[in-house]
Each structure stands twice: as structure tokens, then as C-alpha cells.
């Protein structure tokens, strides 16, 4: 009997080690696609990119020392005269907090961005430069040419006007050997960080439309996958026997997909006119709500439910900070995110419902292996979303893991579902009988 005990452990452990093993894999395969090729980094405001080919290579990030204005919003025609002051060196992406002033205890403020590419080989199409997020409002500025508004920026936060998306911003180069990119930004919204938080890439118009339309592509993909799986579960709960666990997982499918489309590039934003604040409550709450359903949906599937009280109390806490949520101004989710209360909301539902999974697989509740899928696809998805959050490794969506879960999660659910309605119709042959 131990011999047997000690295989079927070590059985569950190699099942484990091979979900593991296939995602890890996945995703070292996700970045040699995605691997951008050597190249220079800005120094003083320039980057030389002098014999690089533009027209057969992917994007580039800019990354690097660029030069900064605070306070100031310059165009092409200041940079040549003489009254500009000396600018500040920033690294870009990144926080502008300490260039703004040294009394600045927030990162509200504006000031003026300055990148000097200089280059050698003429293109047959545009350049393009993909700005992924800039916080909080931003124009673009290319060789003297405004290429991009979003939003307002302006230096009173009374008049200025938010608006935090990925957009893209194109220049015909006519034999140019210099571009000079201004970006003219202010932020009274987000008081943690501010300007150029992310990577701006640039590539030929289509090597950059590629890898956007990609991102973007998979992001849809997923997010109509989703809802397809959340249509099949209402349907099941509203027209079968009406198990909880159906309704649950369609909240649970409803909560990702905002996720989705409320993150990376911002397509919630694209489709409804959400003004900033509410685009930022909708993000947190599609993320609480998330990982809720994902402990609610393993608690309604596990045999074995423990730890009531706790679960309730939880809720508790969630509906308040859920409240807060939908009646705070943007600074002050901010500040709730950075004292960590949106990571323990966030988590801590995540680690128990981990827990509850391994401990069904672990009891060989049947068709476990489905949830333990599902698992190992969540605990992927949240360890690269905090590792990509903090050095940006891709700037191209993922969907691999979220669809895995889906596929877990429903094959264990409907078949849970189709195996209850055999035992019930035996039940009933019996009882005929």
C-alpha cells in the first residue's frame, strides 16, 4: 500500500513537472520570436543608428538617455534658439519624477521629451514609432510635424486632458539623415509615475503594423474566445439545472476578457468613451474580479470545502475596496496600488485557489488533471505578468496561457456537468425500476 502511494505521488508530481515544462518551453519559444536584435542605445539625446537596416529588421525599443525639459513645452523651431536652457538626461522608459524638481514629492507635472535618431539608409515606406504608454496625455512631434495627440497637455491640471493608450506615429523620411522626435507630455493623474513609462519602438511602417496588429489580433482572438466559452456556461445555467458553478465560470470568463481589453493596448478604450479614471477602475476591478471567480469557480468544484469563515471575510474586504474603487479619483487608486492592497486582493484568492487545485488532484478527484491545467496556466500567466511589468521583455500580447486556462477549466466543467447528468439519469432508471 505505501509502494502504491509513493507511485501515485510521484505520478501527480511528473504530471505537474510536464505542464510546467510545456509552458516554460512556450515561452522561451515566445521569446526567440520576439528577441530584438543588438543595437546602440540613446546616449545624451542620441541614437545612432547609422547602417542599420530598417526595411528587413523588426522594431527597436529607444531606450536610453534622453533629453528633458521639465516645465516646458518646446517645439522644433526652440531647439535652434538660443534661450532654451541646457536640458536634463533621463532614462527612458521610466519615472520623470527626479527631473521635474527636487521638491516634487508626486510625479505631476509637464515637460518635453527630445530624442535625436540619426540615420543613413532612405526607406520606400515610412518610419513609425509605436508609443505603448505615456502617462498621461501626449504629443508627438516629429522633424517640426505633429504626428500624434492624445489627449491635452497643457500646464494647469484644471484644463489638461488625460488619455493613456498605445497609438502609433508616422514620418515620410525624405533622404533625412536626422530625426528629431519631441514629446510633449503632462500628467495630473497618476502620481506615481509619470512621461514615458514605456518602451517606444521604432521600425519601418511595416515591421511596426506587423507586430501591433499581432498584439492586437491576439488580444481579440482571445477576448472572443472568452466570451464564446461564457455564452456556452450561461446557456448550461440558465437552461440545465441551474449549478452554480456555471454562473460563476461565466463571471469568471466576463472579468478576463475586460482584463484584457482594458490592459496592453487599451481596445476597452478604442470602443466606448471611457474617460481616464474609469478606464483605470475598470482594469482593477476586471483583475480582483478575476482571481475572486477563479477561488469562487475551485471552491464550488472542490469535494472537500474548508475555511468558510475566511473566504467570507475576504469577501467583505473585497466589496469595500470594490466600493472605494468606483467613488476614488485616480490618485488615490493609485496610492491604494502602491500600499499594496490591490496585490493582496489580487493574490492572495490566486494562492488559495492554487492550493485548493493541488489539494483536489492530490485526493484524485476525478478529472482533476483538467483544473490542474488550468492551474499551472494561471500560475504561468501571473509570474509573466509581474516579470514582464518589471523589465519589459515583449511588447506582443500572450494568449497562450489564458486560453489554456479556458480549456481546463471547461473540460473539467462540462464534463463534470455531462457525468452528473449520467448519474442522474441512472438514478432515475433505478428508481423506475
Known amino acids: 500500500m505505501i509502494w502504491i502511494r509513493n507511485y501515485t505521488i510521484l505520478k501527480q508530481i511528473t504530471i505537474i513537472m510536464v505542464f510546467l515544462s510545456i509552458f516554460l518551453s512556450l515561452r522561451w519559444s515566445w521569446f526567440t520570436i520576439l528577441a530584438t536584435p543588438e543595437h546602440p ?42 534661450a532654451i536652457h541646457q536640458p ?42 509605436w508609443i505603448q504608454q505615456i502617462q498621461a496625455s501626449s504629443i508627438v512631434e516629429i522633424n517640426g510635424e505633429t504626428a500624434a495627440v492624445f489627449g491635452l497637455p497643457t500646464e494647469q491640471a484644471q484644463t489638461y486632458r488625460p488619455r493613456a493608450v498605445s497609438y502609433t506615429a508616422s514620418y515620410t523620411a525624405d533622404n533625412v539623415k536626422e530625426i528629431e522626435l519631441l514629446v510633449r507630455v503632462a500628467n495630473f493623474d497618476h502620481p506615481l509615475k509619470g512621461g514615458i513609462i514605456k518602451s517606444i519602438r521604432l521600425g519601418s511602417q511595416a515591421a511596426i503594423d506587423t507586430e501591433r496588429w499581432y498584439s492586437i489580433g491576439f488580444q481579440l482572438a482571445t477576448f472572443i474566445i472568452l466570451l464564446l466559452h461564457g455564452l456556452y456556461a450561461i446557456l448550461l445555467y440558465v437552461f440545465g439545472p441551474r449549478q452554480k458553478s456555471f454562473l460563476i465560470f461565466f463571471l469568471l470568463l466576463v472579468f478576463s476578457s475586460l482584463s484584457i481589453v482594458s490592459d496592453h493596448d487599451s481596445l476597452l478604450l478604442l470602443w466606448l468613451p471611457l474617460d481616464y479614471t474609469w478606464a483605470l477602475k475598470i482594469k482593477v476591478l476586471s483583475y480582483i474580479g478575476l482571481s475572486f471567480f477563479s477561488l469562487a469557480l475551485a471552491r464550488s468544484f472542490s469535494e472537500h470545502v474548508t475555511g468558510t469563515r475566511l473566504f467570507y471575510s475576504y469577501i467583505i474586504v473585497l466589496g469595500l475596496y470594490s466600493a472605494f474603487l468606483l467613488i476614488a479619483p485616480a490618485p488615490l487608486i493609485y496610492y491604494s496600488i502602491a500600499a499594496k492592497v490591490f496585490s493582496f486582493l489580487y493574490l492572495f484568492p490566486l494562492a488559495w485557489f492554487v492550493y485548493l487545485i493541488g489539494n483536489m ?43 489554456a486556462a479556458i480549456i481546463g477549466f471547461s473540460a473539467y466543467g462540462f464534463k463534470r456537468y455531462f457525468r452528473n447528468s449520467e448519474e442522474n439519469a441512472k438514478l432515475n432508471e433505478q428508481l423506475r425500476k
Open 41 to 82: 542605445g540613446a546616449a545624451r539625446g542620441v541614437l545612432d543608428m547609422r547602417g542599420w537596416n530598417f526595411e528587413n529588421s523588426g522594431s527597436i525599443p529607444l531606450d536610453g538617455e534622453w533629453e528633458f525639459y521639465p516645465k516646458a513645452f518646446i517645439s522644433h523651431e526652440d531647439t535652434t534658439s538660443s
Open 88 to 129: 536634463h538626461y533621463v532614462q527612458v522608459p521610466g519615472d520623470w519624477r527626479s527631473a521635474l524638481s527636487k521638491e516634487s514629492n508626486s510625479s505631476f507635472g509637464y515637460g518635453t521629451y527630445r530624442l535625436r535618431i540619426l540615420v543613413d539608409q532612405p526607406l520606400n515606406q515610412p518610419y513609425t514609432f
Open 361 to 403: 488532484f492530490i485526493r484524485n478527484q476525478p478529472d482533476s488533471v483538467f483544473l490542474l491545467l488550468g492551474a499551472t496556466s494561471v500560475i504561468s500567466s501571473v509570474v509573466w505578468g509581474a516579470f514582464n511589468g518589471k523589465i519589459e521583455v515583449a511588447n506582443i500580447y500572450y494568449p497562450i496561457d489564458v486560453i
